[in-house]
């Protein structure tokens, strides 16, 4: 589904590398292909060779860089982010990655996720005379590296790491050093890849693919790399917990042709469809999927079923930061920019719409409205995760519960409320027995706090339902 229209947005990706002489041109080919990650903001800083340098600002990452730019940034190690702005807000002092520069040596940061308590770290470390100079959350760890006590940069940040709870996955610049970091839960994805002598680090494996690097493995959660010249070193900030890796990246967020923590985003969502098919099939025509993420679930709901699956929604691709949008008058005087019906396909047909997730409604709505104006006879809607009842407070911007649809409503009431003439939901047994991540015994390994209430960290100093294996959890 289209993360714009739809109200639930991934806050970044981040991409790194350590010694390549093309370190800035390879950050900017890793964020374009990150870019689904975030189109709010894009930057990067090279370091490596006593010296850092950035470039940041609004729009796509095609906006922010020309060639020009980029040979400007010389360093034989860069670390890039593209931005989707929650936490702090917009606006270009808040792009990343954010760079600090003080008497002890410079440091460039770079963060995928969001830190629960960042709101008591920054009192505190206001209280003690710290001056911030963004509103995002990300700011609070430079703050803390810089007043720790430790008498090494890699004991200080990795005791700056301890204090904070929630989701990160961070990139650290110094004029000397990278440093990675994961979240002890690990919330976000981040794998690590060499590309002939360079080390290389994304959010999303298809960063690597665009690049030639070769895939190594993933980043621990609470594990530290840190990588200089001597080489790469790893440690741990924390003692291992029950992962809990983002459900929305599997059926959501992550490209199909990236791999999440070893898992094939394509392969998962082809699962989810025939999963739903398994659980909630219908008599039908056609099976369409709403673009991108859902295309993966239509074709193997299709599969399962036997039903044709058919390219019935075309999404309109080249819709940047600075095209002018449609009024809200001439949207419902039918001007639609981003997806279209196909008529040859639909009309005078049963069709199957699979989506990805409904969080308040109205997008769901507006495509099946869409679909039988284009002439379809009958719309079933089946989406490919649990209805979404909660917040989410790790990065991914869910909406608060007031405008969760399936906080409020039964699911005969969303049914009548998007004008469906069916609608399923997948099962959270489906849900994880589809994606399969490795069995551990302990737990399912997944947040799926958006779907049960049940957070794997405090909230604001409150545990907020227990994360505990759940008599659903195979694992
Ligand atoms: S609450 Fe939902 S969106 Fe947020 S990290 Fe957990 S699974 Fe992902």
Redesign the pocket.
């Known amino acids: 589904m289209l993360a714009e229209i739809k109200g639930l947005n991934e806050e970044c990706g981040i991409f790194g590398i350590w010694g390549h002489e093309e370190a800035a041109t390879l950050t900017y080919y890793g964020l374009h292909s990150l870019q689904h990650r975030g189109q709010e903001g894009a930057g990067i800083v090279v370091g490596g060779n006593g010296t850092l340098q950035f470039h940041k600002g609004l729009g796509l990452v095609t906006e922010v860089f020309s060639r020009g730019e980029l040979e400007q940034l010389t360093g034989m190690a860069a670390i890039g982010h593209v931005r989707y702005s929650t936490a702090g807000g917009g606006g270009y002092t808040n792009v990343q990655p954010l760079l600090f520069r003080s008497q002890g040596g410079s440091l460039a940061l770079a963060h995928n996720g969001n830190l629960v308590n960042a709101d008591e770290l920054r009192f505190r470390l206001e209280q003690q005379g710290s001056i911030f100079q963004t509103t995002s959350d990300t700011e609070v760890l430079a703050h803390l590296i810089k007043r720790s006590d430790e008498p090494i940069l890699k004991e200080r940040i990795k005791e700056a790491l301890t204090h904070l709870r929630g989701?990160f996955a961070f990139l650290i610049l110094t004029e000397t050093e990278m440093y990675i970091a994961l979240d002890p839960h690990g919330?976000r994805p981040l794998s690590l890849g060499r590309l002939g002598e360079a080390y290389v680090v994304a959010s999303e494996t298809c960063a690597f693919d665009v690049i030639g690097a070769t895939y190594e493995r993933e980043v621990e959660p609470g594990e530290l790399i840190m990588i200089n010249k001597q080489g790469v070193r790893s440690e741990r900030f924390a003692p291992k917990v029950a992962r809990?890796i983002?459900?929305?990246?599997y059926i959501y967020f992550a490209r199909p042709d990236s791999n999440v923590d070893g898992i094939n985003i394509h392969t998962a969502r082809k699962n989810l469809g025939k999963r739903l098919a398994f659980e909630a099939p219908v008599e039908a025509d056609v099976v369409t999927g709403v673009p991108d993420s859902s295309i993966s679930v239509a074709i193997g709901y299709a599969e399962a079923t036997g039903i044709p699956y058919e390219l019935g929604l075309i999404k309109n691709r080249y819709v940047g930061r600075t095209f002018i949008q449609p009024s809200q008058s001439l949207r419902e005087q039918g001007v639609k920019m981003k997806l279209s019906p196909v008529q040859g396909v639909v009309a005078g047909k049963r069709v199957v719409m699979v989506d990805d997730s409904i969080v308040r409604g109205t997008t769901s709505k507006r495509i099946v409205r869409m679909l039988r104006e284009a002439g379809a006879t009958e719309v079933h809607v089946r989406i490919s995760s649990p209805p979404i009842t909660?917040p989410?407070?790790?990065?991914?911007d869910?909406s608060t519960k007031e405008e969760l649809i399936a906080a409020n409503h039964t699911i005969e009431q969303i049914r009548q409320l998007i004008e469906a003439d069916s609608l399923a939901f997948l099962s959270q047994e489906g849900l994880l027995q589809a994606i399969g991540r490795p069995n551990d015994s302990t737990n399912c390994g997944?947040?799926?706090?958006?779907?049960t209430g049940q957070?794997p960290t405090k909230i604001g100093g409150e545990h907020v339902g227990t994360c505990v294996q759940a008599s659903w959890c195979e694992y």
């Open positions: 989701a919330f809990s983002c459900s929305m990246e909660h989410c407070f790790y990065g991914i869910t997944q947040c799926l706090a958006c779907f957070y």
